[in-house]
Each structure stands twice: as C-alpha cells, then as structure tokens.
C-alpha cells in the first residue's frame, strides 16, 4: 500500500487550489510592477479607477493591489481543469502534487512570455503611429497601449498556459505507484 499524505488527493487538490490562486494573484501584483513603470498613466488614470484603489496607497502599491484583485481569480480558472484532471487520474497523491507544481510553473511561464510578448507589441504600436484603437479619454495614449498590451496577452498566456499544463498533469498520471514495477 503506497504512503498518502494527510487528506490524500482532495487535500492535496485544495491545497494545489490555493496555490494555483496565491500563485496567479502574486503574478499579477509582479507583473503590474513592470506594466507600471511603462505605463503609469494606464493604472493612475485608468486601472485605479476602475478598481477603486485608495488615493492613499503609493502608485507602486496600487499597481500591486490591482494585479492581485485582477489576477488571483485567474488561478482558480487555470487550476480547475488541470487539477480537476489530476485528481481524477493521479494514481498517488504524491503524483497529483508533481503535476500540480508542473501545471502552476506551466501557466505562470506561459503568461509571463505572452506579457512579455504583449509589452513588446504595445511599443510597436505606438512605434508605428497606427491609430485604430482609441484609449480611454484621460488616459495617456503610448502608456495605455504599451501596459493594455501587455495585461491581455497575459490573459492569453494564461489560457494558452491552462492548455499546456496538461501535459505536466498527464505525465504524472503515468508515474508509477509504490509497489509496482518501474
């Protein structure tokens, strides 16, 4: 009989949940940090608004308050499926953690290079001087492309990271089980 841990799979299932969610929010807080220093009139103008950010929070705060409230949920989204999955076919919960940390590393990689991706497409719009797309009134036009770029295809990455992190799930449903041959 192979060792589970406290709370077995459903434990281990929550736990990865929150992670999933601790993980997504704190990316969001990081990112809006970069997001910020490219576009400061995007969160000051726009995003704080938006949110309601207290006026008495320092700008780099604020920034980092709203990638929480923006991104922690995101985590719950990503993790849902892929977790859902793991539990259902881990054969160990040792297995279902090794496919849980794989898919949260998966999903936050995966956004990290699509906003990064992003950023890179917001200077080449404004680069460019194209004027399809109109920024909100108030909103410093270069900072709200370069950070609005960058915060939806973070949002892509992260859609795009759900679907690949379950390959890391999937390879841990074939770890072998206590007890049976390698």
């Known amino acids: 009989m192979s060792k589970q841990t406290p709370g077995g799979k459903i434990g281990a299932f929550a736990v990865l949940m929150l992670l999933a969610a601790l993980s997504a929010g704190i990316f969001g807080a ?53 977790l859902g999955y793991g539990l259902m ?9 090794a496919g849980g940390i794989g898919a949260i590393i998966t999903v936050i990689m995966t956004a990290a290079i699509c906003a990064l991706l992003g950023l890179g497409a917001g200077f080449a719009y404004v680069a460019t001087g194209l004027d399809l797309l109109i920024p909100p009134a108030n909103v410093p036009e270069a900072e709200y492309f370069r950070a609005g770029f960058m915060h939806d295809a973070s949002y892509l990455g992260g859609i795009l990271g759900t679907l690949f992190a379950f390959f890391p799930m999937e390879r841990a449903t074939r770890l072998p089980t206590a007890g049976t041959p390698t």
């Open 89 to 97: 076919r881990a054969p160990t919960t040792g297995a279902l953690w």
């Open 30 to 82: 990081v990112h809006n940090q970069l997001s910020y220093s490219v576009g400061p009139g995007y969160f000051t103008d726009f995003k704080f608004v938006q949110f309601g950010t207290p006026p008495d929070l320092s700008p780099r705060a604020g920034a980092a308050l709203v990638g929480w409230q923006a991104s922690w949920w995101m985590g719950l989204i990503a993790g849902l499926p892929v």
